[in-house]
């Protein structure tokens, strides 16, 4: 089968289509004819050599599929022959054929084709981890979720909408703002021009936000003490403004701020396995309904890999990229 390797650690040129065994499913396992998969920052980091798959996972990149499956386990009782899933997998998705635990597979929901399909395993279920598990949001509640232009992001906008949450965001990008509010937010602060922090206060009569998920780390950290409301939530997804800090952390008792942190990548299959059924059971019917949307921002073929990488590393991207098999 053919699938996207490395021939070393670097940037996107180090990618190369190749010809390699196709795997071979488990007693649990499906193997899935992959029509589409997705982008994530995560593939950005293994590629270069600081995200290593999880131990016994395969080395070639990608954690989300859509497609049919082809071959099953003999313990698999859900799914048949040809029927289309999509989900996460643990890695593997940059090839023809993937493998996907029986308990994280779905269905593809009615009216969504295989591109739509991949850009929703990821972005929601991480979404729905760092919003609503971890973060506790509940209804009527303000939120603020970093990279509302991400497939994250973009994802936890839509689902804190559902329970009439008010949402702030922001992005580095004023040409990006426009596309960001119609995922629902009530309002978009470009970092790059606006004190977030002081416009949350301005915008909130100095009350701040119940919740805060947060893909910068370090950078912001004092910030976020300043705008959580007491008993406030902030969920720890990425640190791409770094891992070290210095603070009083009497704030937080006083407070009684919760700080939690979210790396699905690191779940076991049992955490991931209850994560999907908890979506399956809340979210998922909404896709059919309309009522939650992928966003899927380009779409490239297999043999354009290194493009898409380049589009996601420069930050073009709104929403999820997703990648074509076929």
Not at 117 to 131: D, G, H, K, N, R
Not at 135 to 147: P, T, V, Y
Not at 166 to 182: D, H, L
Not at 237 to 246: K, N, T
């Amino acid at each position: 089968m053919r699938a996207i390797t490395l021939n070393n650690f670097g940037g996107p040129e180090v990618l190369i289509l190749s010809e390699i065994p196709q795997p071979i499913p488990g007693p649990e396992q499906l193997l899935v004819h992959v029509k589409a998969f997705a982008l994530n920052r995560a593939d950005l980091l293994q590629r270069r050599g600081k995200y290593p798959p999880p131990p016994g996972e395969s080395d070639i990149l990608g954690m989300e599929i859509a497609g049919q499956v082809v071959a099953m386990g003999s313990a698999v009782k859900d799914f048949g022959i040809g029927e289309k899933v999509f989900g996460l997998v643990g890695s593997g998705a940059y090839a023809e054929y993937c493998l996907i635990d029986q308990g994280m597979a779905m269905p593809i929901p009615l009216h969504l084709s295989y591109e739509q399909a991949a850009a929703i395993p990821e972005a929601f279920l991480t979404a729905q981890e760092a919003v609503f598990t971890l973060g506790e949001l509940q209804k009527n509640q303000s939120i603020l979720i970093h990279a509302g232009a991400s497939g994250v992001g973009s994802a936890a906008i839509q689902l804190a909408k559902q329970v009439h949450a008010t949402v702030f965001t922001t992005t580095g990008s004023s040409e990006k703002i426009t596309q960001i509010k119609n995922f629902g937010a009530d309002a978009v602060l470009n970092y790059k021009e606006q004190d977030f922090a002081a416009e949350i206060l301005r915008l909130t009569n100095n009350r701040g936000v119940n919740v805060i998920v947060d893909f910068v780390g370090a950078k912001y950290f004092s910030q976020h003490m300043q705008i959580l409301q007491r008993d406030g939530h902030l969920t720890l997804v990425g640190m791409m403004g770094g891992s070290s800090v210095e603070f009083d952390l009497d704030v937080i008792r006083r407070n009684q701020l919760q700080i939690k942190g979210l790396a699905m990548r690191t779940h076991t299959i049992a955490e991931k396995r209850q994560f999907t059924a908890q979506f399956k059971k809340h979210w998922l019917h909404l896709f059919e309904k309309g009522k939650l949307k992928p966003v899927v921002d380009s779409v490239f073929d297999m043999t354009e890999i290194r493009a898409a990488h380049e589009r996601m590393e420069n930050n073009l991207n709104v929403g999820k990229i997703v990648v074509t098999v076929d």
